[in-house]
Nanobody, 122 residues
Framework: QVQLVESGGGLVQPGGSLRLSCAASGSIRSIYVMGWYPQAPGKQRELGATITGGGSTNYADSVKGRFTISRDNAKNTVYLQMISLKPEDTAVYYC????????????????WGQGTQVTVSS
């Protein structure tokens, strides 16, 4: 069984910074892509940023230039450095791992974390 555990959320003032972390645990052999998906109140979950094992990244237009995603493949951990935060960044940020292969399966699967709250407010 694969588990994703997020940390690093909290309350921050506009213009502030936060760093989110998400660690995947279990009998993991490889993870193709990891990412962050914010879900604002009353809205659908949407793409924030993703990164492949090879380091290719993809960002939503709304976060380009402010958010940086990175990954430690040895630790199966993904990070999201957020700067110049805006009130509209307020959301629950969910970690996703897709294309996950474990020692127990040859079929890649996707997993979600429980989410971490980010609130940007003065």
């Amino acid at each position: 069984q694969v588990q994703l555990v997020e940390s690093g959320g909290g309350l921050v003032q506009p213009g502030g910074s936060l760093r989110l972390s998400c660690a995947a645990s279990g009998s993991i052999r490889s993870i193709y892509v990891m990412g962050w998906y914010p879900q604002a109140p009353g809205k659908q979950r949407e793409l924030g940023a993703t990164i492949t094992g090879g380091g290719s990244t993809n960002y939503a237009d709304s976060v380009k230039g402010r958010f940086t995603i990175s990954r430690d493949n040895a630790k199966n951990t993904v990070y999201l450095q957020m700067i110049s935060l805006k009130p509209e960044d307020t959301a629950v940020y969910y970690c996703n791992a897709d294309g996950v292969l474990t020692i127990a399966t040859l079929i890649p699967k996707a997993y979600w974390g429980q989410g971490t709250q980010v609130t940007v407010s003065s």
